[in-house]
């Protein structure tokens, strides 16, 4: 598959997006949007992937957050229809396959929004965060007013999204918007530690996981709790769960099927 404003690389089992307008601090424009998009849906459905990794290309920025340029132009209506089509944010939730944003640098604005859409969110100590849109004289579009809060509580999202400053990575860890943070250097070593360890594990049940801790940031707890059980009775069903006591019991590795 061809893009302009993307890489999409394969890296054993598990399959890399870069972000690639370093130039722009990779800004994201529509078309970038509309490629993570497209990308996203294609590597969701290659059986062959595991684990998805989203990234910035250069040394500087994971991204510096929705292309500015093209707020100039754009109409209310423009914005309306594009919530219509779905946007980059939900694609990115709705994938059934672990999303690790691996954040490299700046993580400004729809950056920030994209990196709490994915499922961990690992960063380099040079990486610097922040809900800035407010600076511009807007506010979040792309789900911070509803994600940043369950990450770090209400108190925290405000002061975040209401100043629009912009924090470091050991304070954006020490408040929950981050899940770790290693030295520049280790950032892809350490990551790709990640994907992988998930993608050795049996497909289908990491599916289920997924879907279930997802599912707490929607439904309230007894609804949560009962959908927990729901998913844990299928995963009683699967071949996976047969192969993996096996194996446990026979003291050998599982072989998974994903079924
Ligand atoms: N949209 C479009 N272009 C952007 C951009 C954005 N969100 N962020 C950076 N760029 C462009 C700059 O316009 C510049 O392009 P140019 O060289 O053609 O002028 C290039 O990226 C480099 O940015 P620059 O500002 O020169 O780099 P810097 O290291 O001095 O500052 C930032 C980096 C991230 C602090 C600064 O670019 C910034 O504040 N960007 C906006 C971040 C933001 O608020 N995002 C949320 C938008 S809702």
């Not at 990794?53 to 914005?79: C, L, N, S, Y």
């Not at 059934?96 to 400004?108: E, L, R």
């Not at 769960?241 to 026979?250: N, R, T």
Request: glycine letters at 8%; proline letters at 3%; aromatic letters at 6%.
């Amino acid at each position: 598959m061809n893009y302009e404003t993307i890489l999409v690389a394969h890296r054993g089992p598990s399959a890399l997006i870069t972000l690639n307008r370093p130039d722009k601090l990779n800004a994201m424009s529509l078309m970038m949007k509309e490629e993570i998009i497209r990308a996203l849906r294609d590597l969701d459905a290659d059986t062959a992937t595991r684990a998805i990794v989203i990234t910035g290309a250069g040394q500087k920025a994971f991204t510096a957050g929705a292309d500015i340029h093209e707020f100039r132009e754009r109409t209310p209506m423009d914005q309306w229809r594009m919530y219509d089509h779905g946007t980059l944010y939900h694609a990115v939730d709705r994938t059934a396959k672990p999303v690790i944003a691996m954040i490299n640098g700046y993580c400004f604005g729809g950056g920030l929004e994209l990196a709490m859409a994915c499922d961990i969110r690992i960063a380099s100590d040079r990486a610097t965060l922040g809900q800035t849109e407010i600076n511009i004289g807007i506010i979040p579009g792309g789900g911070a007013s509803q994600r940043l809060s369950r990450l770090v509580g209400l108190g925290i999202a405000m002061k975040l999204a209401l100043t629009g400053e912009r924090i470091d990575a050991k304070e954006a860890q020490r408040i929950g918007l981050l899940d770790e943070v290693v030295p520049h250097a280790r950032l892809e070593r350490r990551t790709f530690e990640i994907a992988d360890r998930i993608a050795s594990k049996s497909a289908v049940a990491v599916r289920l996981a997924k879907a279930a801790i997802r599912a707490s940031a929607r439904l309230p707890l007894d609804q949560g709790l009962r959908y927990e059980q729901s998913l844990f009775a299928l995963a009683m069903s699967t071949q996976d769960k047969e192969e993996g006591v096996e194996a446990f019991l026979e003291k050998r590795e599982a072989k998974w099927k994903d079924r």
